[in-house]
DNA sequence: AGTTAACCGAGACGGTACGTCGTGTCTTAGT
DNA sequence: ACTAAGACACGACGTACCGTCTCGGTTAACT
């Protein structure tokens, strides 16, 4: 979206409209697949024009991005690997959530700058405040990511759903690995599309 | 897809057509979403007229379905736990079969039909062949199965790609997971819808 | 529109689709300009979808020109000038018949290719049966025909309708032009455009 | 358009302004069908924003009329039927012109407003200028102004112009009609919408 | 050898959504 | 009050795709 700087001409943009919008998305993706879902209904739903979102955002994809920002919100200030899995698996857990974030790994499989999106503003910050907090190698805390989000993603299209259990189970294996005592031989951790 | 159950009058199938069809369906979906290509493009390229298609599987969805068994192939009889890993790696790794995977496993999440056809036609035979082979708790291997298939496809959807680095990451951590010595405390596996 | 040269392949279109659109198209124009009518309500009318329409004329413009087409019927073997005049006028006074007439040509005031098709398929027929059955001048009797159409819409435009006084003026002028008697200079008709 | 009825409180308007816009308009229309021709295109090309067109003009159509009356100018003080028709020619004669000409009458079809403002703004000033200086009925006038103006307009709608001997050809029938010799049958000229 | 029933290619069709464009209204800041 | 700029609701356009259908024509097995 645009940064604000200053009062720029014209009517300015009403402040609550992009929200009810990545709202509306947000609760119709909880119920259908986002391949099911028009942006008129999104529209409506909203009490707004199609061509009100198509002016704030390029296309679907891009309101899907937004849409996932909007569901995730700010990042925690983690305090322990457990924790911090925890704050990560409650997203996932979240159906709209976890729609709109299988919907968008799904697409970044061809598209190269919806993937580099994804890291930068979804992994590479998480990761960041992981590390920050452990004392830990960085391909350690990648792998951590994508072995948490991964596997519970994975596991919810297996079942449906993501239990408890599921968290516990992966927040076991994250925490080994994150530990001190992990002895991965050190390999390049993945970083370039 | 039909069972074939003895001869039926009529014209038979021509033999090779659900291949070269199975077969264009992977090559297009190696460069593009299965969402972005449509079936008139598979059938042109497969030389079929799309009602051919239509009249082996009901819908884009299962076309996918058997798209993906096609280019996973059988079952190998797997002799350890690296094998066995490498074998799932292996499939991962190859850009059409991962594409079809992560378009099944993200319809998925909306489909309860397609759930529970990935894991009796793809999970549960490979774990049961995996604790076959090593005498550990059937648990124990599906997690391994999910955290292997997810954390790979999650790492190519954040890179665009999978590494050998990435493989042996994966591996090393399943490998711990299925060690007898293996201490997670039992919890119920992930099974029910 | 399409010659039918023997069976082609595929399904065949349904015969009566056209008309039926046709149709829809002439009733609605009777009662609102064509810039107002949208070729959902034409097709909803017709009972067919919108992609039937487009699949049959390229443009809402040619729709319209086939609306005309439609609504005109087929040129009647004149007997004199009055009947032929009365031919004319009898169609231009029918409402919807007269306002796709008006909107095509208002349209083809900057479509030389529209011009082109209402010269060929409407003016030229008309011309020549006329000149066949009176032996007159080409320029003479095109002179006629414009005068005739042009000043029936125009008289239109200005009062809403044409009355019976209206088309016996406009008779009596053109069959004036007709006559043998008729001294107009040898001036080029129009033709090119 | 507002009547100005002495000054009123704020800010003037701008004296040229409307002229721009009026000019842009024509200029426009000359150009391109003016269902094709936007409000935002307008006031850019008279340097000029949306919202000061509207405050000047209700709509597009409103517009258009006050286009069509800036190209006319005023009307001249006749000295013969020739002279008029010549008059009345060289307007219709200028692209921009004929094509609001053109539309407007072709709007006028579905507007009985726009009709009775076609007439008194525009027919019968000039069939009354016309009258006067002929002694001749007024039916034949609105005949003959009728004629001149939907002829000329309906050959330009089948050629694409107006020849010079397109003219003369109307002007010839035109002044038949206004000589005193013309024996029409004394009938009801058309004047209720 | 002829019949039969399914196969196949081709394309029409209904329906739904996409993304764009245009009109007319509105809401700001600035003159 | 006027102007520039642009957001907004609404509605239509023309396109693309899905899944169904209806043709003509083909091909094997069964009578």
Do not use: C, N
Not at 105 to 125: F, H, I, K, N, V
Not at 138 to 165: K, N, P, Q, W, Y
Not at 171 to 191: F, I, Y
């Amino acid at each position: 979206m645009r940064d604000q700087e200053g009062p720029r001409p014209g009517r300015p943009r009403q402040a609550d409209v992009s929200g009810r919008i990545l709202t509306a998305a947000r609760e119709l993706i909880a119920a259908r697949s986002w391949e099911r879902i028009s942006l008129d209904e999104v529209a409506t739903r909203a009490g707004v024009a199609k061509t009100t979102l198509y002016r704030r955002w390029r296309s679907k994809d891009e309101l899907a991005v937004a849409t996932l920002e909007h569901a995730l919100g700010p990042l925690p200030a983690a305090t322990s690997v457990r924790a911090a899995v925890g704050w990560l698996a409650e997203r996932v857990r979240d159906p709209g959530t976890r729609h709109v974030l299988v919907t968008l790994t799904s697409l970044s499989a061809r598209d190269p700058d919806l993937r580099t999106m994804l890291r930068s503003r979804l992994r590479d910050p998480y990761v960041a405040s992981l590390r920050d907090e452990q004392a830990t190698r960085e391909a350690s805390a990648t792998l951590a990511f994508d072995l948490v989000v991964g596997t519970l993603l994975h596991r919810a299209a297996m079942t449906g759903g993501i239990t408890d259990g599921d968290v516990a189970d992966v927040s076991d294996v994250a925490e080994q690995l994150m530990s001190p005592a992990a002895d991965l031989p050190s390999r390049d951790a993945a970083g370039a599309p």
